[in-house]
T-cell receptor, first 118, second 114 residues
């Protein structure tokens, strides 16, 4: 079974600064997907960024980028130019595709609560 | 499209009662997932469907839990003989079984068992 570990329960960053959230995972699979999801207070979870394990290039989405280290089983999220709207719980998640290569269940970490301050 | 919707948003029930939650996925999505999230934890997988077929159930899922998706559209999750440990947020997500792998989440149903 796969496990996802987020070792930072809470983090704080000032507006416009950069912050990095850590995530490690354990799997014996070679083909998988990794995700960062954001859950704002009292709002639904939304996808921030996705990384395919077979891709060596790190994914980027505007101010969000990842550092994917497959051998180390590490998948950190960097948020640049932090904004007040980035305040949320951030969950790292793992997906092993189904036998047909399609989407399957997500395994989540325990989350990191990020507070962006003025 | 308005996204994934869940009903009710909040449910308070007494221990021993049965409860049923509904999830309406994004209309073109053929996969539907249920997760449970307790305070301070990440969502935990319960079960998922492709169309009307239930493809996987978590081994952690008690026999008191049952889920259906009878016509491959909306889904219901029923908990029988609720216990205080069932108190949690129940999240529904949907996806298309294509290449994007993104799951779209609903707002959740918060269950409180007293």
């Amino acid at each position: 079974a796969q496990t996802v570990t987020q070792s930072q329960p809470e983090m704080s960053v000032q507006e416009a600064e950069t912050v990095t959230l850590s995530c490690t995972y354990d799997t014996s699979e070679n083909n998988y997907y990794l995700f960062w999801y954001k859950q704002p207070p009292s709002r639904q979870m939304i996808l921030v960024i996705r990384q395919e394990a077979y891709k060596q290039q790190n994914a980027t989405e505007n101010r969000f980028s990842v550092n994917f280290q497959k051998a180390a089983k590490s998948f950190s999220l960097k948020i640049s130019d932090s904004q007040l709207g980035d305040t949320a719980m951030y969950f790292c998640a793992f997906m092993k595709p189904s036998l047909t290569g399609t989407a399957s269940k997500l395994t989540f970490g325990t989350g990191t609560r990020l507070q962006v301050t003025l | 499209d308005t996204g994934v919707s869940q009903d009710p948003r909040h449910k308070i029930t007494k221990r021993g009662q049965n409860v049923t939650f509904r999830c309406d996925p994004i209309s073109e999505h053929n996969r539907l997932y249920w997760y449970r999230q307790t305070l301070g934890q990440g969502p935990e997988f319960l079960t998922y469907f492709q169309n009307e077929a239930q493809l996987e159930k978590s081994r952690l899922l008690s026999d008191r839990f049952s889920a259906e998706r009878p016509k491959g559209s909306f889904s219901t999750l029923e908990i029988q003989r609720t216990e205080q440990g069932d108190s949690a947020m129940y999240l529904c997500a949907s996806s298309f079984s294509g290449a994007s792998y993104e799951q779209y989440f609903g707002p959740g149903t918060r269950l409180t068992v007293t």
